[in-house]
């Protein structure tokens, strides 16, 4: 099948850009090597939509950032995903770090970030009761905020499925040619044709713009890994916003945030490592994360742990090594017609994202695209029920429409199975427990999914039409019953 | 739906005998409502097809099935009412109860009064903070016993269980019933949490090792699990350097501890205790919220179910005298003195953790406990405000096992007039 544009990678990137593509006439195909779209650093990041003020000034990253967070409103509001723009303050501890605040206040103007002010101590302390006492100042932007990144990403997906974008997940793509202006793109088993190649590989990026033949890549991709903690909902009032510590060059350092689902998140860790995919967690790093949670927020109760995780994030090194001055590796390819690069998105990528994706069909019309506005483009996506923040009348009404809603699987996230049986028939639709659980939040409470995993594999059995020992956590070989039949 | 005279939250152990003992006490049996979130009543007991309940109770060993059979073939031919598939998703401080279920839609209905019987689940590896991969193949013990029990199938092939609660114990025993090797069983204490004939019967009755003061240090495998460091622990609990060990298994299934599910009553505002997870209450088993009783393992995890049958026969018969209007202690006028339990020199809680003097005290009334580590050839004493009150010889304690003392007339006396009532070991 030949299609005008392929793209390579269904992270929050990828996604976005398909969706900005799907409302033109061209024909998109999305390729995946994981078994759902989200499945890298846009499953495991700090799920915040930064204001801006980070970015060197002039970068990419910068603009892209602060449009980026300027588009998140409209944007999650037309994908029915929850927003939630909380704002962010980076604390100082003493004044050499109220000094950097200084510095990044004049960064963020530069960069066109909005309604940015360094607050003091008593203020940060009004604004945020259980701040370390050691806090003198932070540096408010009220733009910043928070957002689930898989849903947002799924969301993305599913919008650009129902306006004809095709989806291809297991793809990993082993080979890529070049024939008569065509690119042939293929995982070993089929191979996808198309006019326009658009690499947005992730960590995976560099090998990808091999593959595709570029022969002046500027930079490689150094996986940094992150380590997180997820705590429960009963911790979610401990932060009202982004709380982040003073940048080091190592990044942005330990965070406390809300999340839009009422859980706070701590970390990330961020330690160069050798596997791009190596997403396992140290003793070391949740330690490392514990403290510095601690540093922000001292009375943080570590023990209401509901999970941990980490996720691996492609930090760009261009040849001339300052990994401080990396920007987006956003570019036409000037080796290879037609090979457009979206790599080295690390964060702010998140944030960045619809911006990205505008950008990125920005440059395909450059690189010769011809595109024409489609009339029968939908903004949003199929509608989905969250039971849980449902109003009284509208969960009687729902169950009254469809019994499956008024019984609950999920006791901790309130999931009903009529919820799971949506996300296994929506476009994309939820092949294995870990797919059920991204798009429903089945199995993310605090039972860590001891009462729900058993129903939702039998709920996924019943409507696959499969046996309930060929259900996967989260594809491959990951079986969960593997024991056999008794 | 009309308003109930009692609804019970939980159709398990706890929620089938409250519901009974209600009834005995003149609550029509159409005033009753019992709300189950699973499909069927019994609660955890319709996994727990080993034998070992029902000795206490009825002096006869019984499956989990069979002891649950024996409630809920009461509850039916009495018509005591019950809705299963029916999820509490809020419950008020004046007695309201909002569910949902396929059949009755959303509903909220008034209660004279609430008996909370919500059960527990099991700690999970996240609150370990075991570092590793995530992959398939990492089961609390509960959760492999309900898909190798109900749904017929083995989760895997060769395991190693981390922690000797009595759960992980049966499993151990189960999974190897149903062919798979159990390699081994962690434990993070120097001695076992489980129930010495747990040990014997499904441990040792099969050559299955217990490495005691062992922990899992970290999971490994991306998809399914491949295997896990062991290490020993120091007295700190913290894994000894140089320790670890790698063993290859394709499961780790988790018996790490029972927590109290209490969020329903956290969002009523019903005061919880911080040691049993579970709402403080009075010997009438009245939570904080009058007219809320509560009952089972949602008020502190048992060893034995046949003591929450007696503790659920209490709150049932209590909530029965809350809404006939007798004198309930504590009840919508609260007099006399409340006095405070407290456990001591070893005793780590004491259940109840309020007392009315001029109570329903009876030499039937005991005080349950827990201990907090093991002990051998102590005392336990009962002491109102500093006064030894009672003692009784104990050759051994451990915590793995609910003890009690019941209150003497002498008992009952010096609690008219005392502020807090005290469990405590001494030597003997």
Known sequence: ?486 | MDAKKIIIIGGGPAGLAAAIEANNQGIAPDDILILERDRELGGILNQCIHAGFGLHMFGEEMTGPEYAGRFIDIVKERNIGYLCNAMVLSVSPDREVAFVSPTEGFCRVKAGAIILAMGCRERTRGALNIAGTRPAGIYSAGTAQRYVNIDGYLPGKKVVILGSGDIGLIMARRLTLEGAKVLRVCELMPYSGGLPRNIAQCLDDFDIPLYLSHTVTEIHGRERVEGVTVAKVGDDRRPIVGTEEYIECDTLLLSVGLLPENELSREAGIALDRITGGAVVDETMQTSIPGVFACGNVLHVHDLVDFVTKEAYRAGAAAAKFVTGETVPGGNIRTGTVLSTEGKNGVRYVMPQKLHADGALSTETALFFRVDNIYRDKYVVLSVDGREITKTKKRFLEPGQMENVRLTDGAIDAIKTGKTVTVSLADA
């Not at chain 1, 490592?273 to 109760?301: C, F, S, W, Y």
């Open chain 1, 1 to 486: 099948m030949k299609y005008d544009v392929c793209i390579i990678g269904a992270g929050i990137t990828g996604a976005m850009t398909a969706r900005k593509l799907a409302k033109y006439n061209v024909s998109v195909c999305v390729l995946e090597a994981a078994g759902d779209v989200a499945m890298g650093a846009t499953k495991a990041n700090s799920a915040i939509v930064h204001a801006g003020f980070d970015a060197e000034c002039g970068t990419l990253k910068a603009a892209l950032n602060v449009k980026g967070c300027a588009m998140m409103p409209a944007e999650t509001k037309e994908l029915d995903v929850p927003y939630k723009q909380c704002g962010s303050l980076v604390c100082a501890y003493s004044d050499a770090e109220i000094a950097h605040l200084e510095q990044l206040y004049a960064r963020g103007c530069e960069n066109g970030v909005p309604d940015m002010r360094i607050v003091g101590g008593d203020e940060l302390r009004a604004m945020e009761p259980n701040i370390s006492p050691d806090a003198v100042a932070a540096l408010w932007a009220p733009t910043a905020g928070i957002v689930c990144p898989y849903e947002l990403c799924i969301a993305a997906c599913e919008n650009a499925v129902i306006n004809g974008v095709q989806f291809k997940t297991n793809f990993r793509v082993t080979n890529i040619t070049k024939e008569n202006g065509t690119f042939a793109v293929t995982d070993g088993n089929e191979i996808v044709y198309a006019d326009y190649l658009v690499n947005a590989a992730g960590v995976h990026s560099d090998e990808i713009a091999v593959l595709a033949g570029e022969t002046d890549f500027p930079m490689h991709v150094i996986p940094r890994r992150g380590e997180y903690m997820l705590l429960d909902r009963s911790e979610g009032k401990m932060a009202n916003h982004v709380l982040f510590s003073c940048p080091s060059a190592n990044g942005k350092g330990i965070l406390v945030s809300p999340t839009v689902d009422g859980n706070l998140i701590l970390g990330p860790t961020a330690k160069a490592i050798d596997d791009k995919d190596d997403t396992a967690t140290t003793t070391d790093g949740l330690m490392e994360v514990q403290n510095g949670a601690r540093h922000l927020v001292p009375t943080v109760n570590t023990r209401a742990v509901i999970t941990q995780f980490s996720g691996v994030r492609p930090t760009p090194v261009y040849a001339d090594g300052d990994i401080t001055k990396s920007d987006f590796c956003i570019r036409i390819s000037e080796t290879v017609p037609g090979l457009l690069h979206l790599a080295g998105i690390e964060s702010p990528g998140l944030a960045s994202s619809p911006a990205t994706g505008e950008y990125a069909v920005e440059l395909l019309a450059k690189m010769g695209l011809s595109l024409t506005e489609k009339s029968s483009y939908t903004p949003g996506r199929p509608k989905k029920i969250r039971f849980r923040e449902l109003s009284d009348e509208e969960r009687a009404e729902v169950i009254k429409q469809n019994p499956l809603y008024g019984k609950i699987i999920c006791r901790c996230e309130t999931v009903t199975e009529g919820e799971i049986v949506d996300a296994i028939h929506r476009p994309l639709g939820a092949r294995d427990l870990d797919m059920v659980k991204r798009r429903t939040r089945a199995g993310m409470g605090r039972c860590g999914s001891g009462f729900c995993s058993p129903r939702t594999v039998e709920i996924l059995a019943r409507e696959l039409g499969v046996p309930m020992d060929t259900i996967t956590k989260c594809g491959g070989n990951s079986v969960i019953l593997n024991g056999g039949k008794k």
